[in-house]
């Protein structure tokens, strides 16, 4: 049977080709065929350090390996920032504060009195226009503490404080020795109670050798202003 069918086959081909017409195949063999022709096909392996580019299997299969890595977020954030010119927070640099190069002065201060005490002591001897003019207690100024500066002399601090608490004051120089001292204190003035009397000045006690403008203080100095009785 079988022989007999393949005898057929071979007469119809004879017949088909002296007659120039064609024969349509069945579907199933001719997709067979092209399949065993695309099998028959080699595809070129890359070369390994071949430049020739990669196939579209390799292109897609990078793409997938590169798109499951792990990408690190932080270097990108850094970049775009730097790309799109926004600013990067920095730590803040300190820095030593500058050292002041001003000396801070220390304050200084002294106490100061102004009396007239010793008049009333002696108020017998003195007539009631003599004594018009004196406190009842004998204090012009009561000893309080004042402000001094460096090179202050006992006459800048009398001067100062007698302008500042509206006291009458009147100062002169002396002929031989051309230096500031004081002739009245509250319209109490030198030779009023006696030929010799006047005011002087003691610091800390004692009375200096040397005029009021010519003695200069220290902090915490005791300045004592006193009207002395004269004979």
Not at 68 to 87: R, Y
Not at 183 to 190: F, L, P, R
Not at 211 to 221: E, F, I, Q, T
Request: hydrophobic fraction near 40%; glycine fraction near 6%; charged fraction near 15%.
């Amino acid at each position: 049977m079988k022989y007999k069918i393949l005898a057929l086959l071979s007469l119809l081909c004879v017949f088909c080709m002296l007659a120039g017409c064609k024969i349509e195949l069945p579907a199933q063999v001719t997709s067979s065929a092209v399949q065993s022709a695309e099998s028959s096909k080699t595809v070129p392996s890359q070369t390994i350090g071949s430049s020739a580019p990669a196939t579209s299997v390799q292109a897609s299969s990078a793409a997938e390996s590169a798109s499951s890595a792990p990408v690190s977020s932080t270097p990108l954030k850094v970049k775009a920032a730097a790309s799109s010119g926004a600013a990067v927070s920095k730590a803040p640099i300190t820095s030593k504060p500058a050292a002041s190069t001003v000396s801070q002065t220390k304050t200084q201060s002294c106490t100061m009195s102004i009396s007239c005490s010793e008049i009333i002591k002696n108020l017998d001897r003195f007539n009631a226009e003599q004594l018009s003019v004196v406190p009842k207690n004998g204090i012009i100024y009561a000893e309080k503490s004042v402000s001094i500066q460096d090179g202050d002399t006992v006459f800048d601090v009398i001067l100062r404080e007698t302008k500042a608490n509206g006291i009458q004051m009147e100062h002169g120089k002396s002929p031989a020795f051309q230096l500031e001292y004081i002739k009245g204190i509250a319209n109490i003035y030198e030779k009023a109670f006696g030929a010799t009397s006047g005011w002087m000045y003691a610091v800390n006690g004692k009375q200096p050798p040397v005029g009021c403008s010519s003695y200069k203080l220290k902090s915490g100095d005791k300045i004592q202003w006193i009207f002395q009785c004269g004979t």
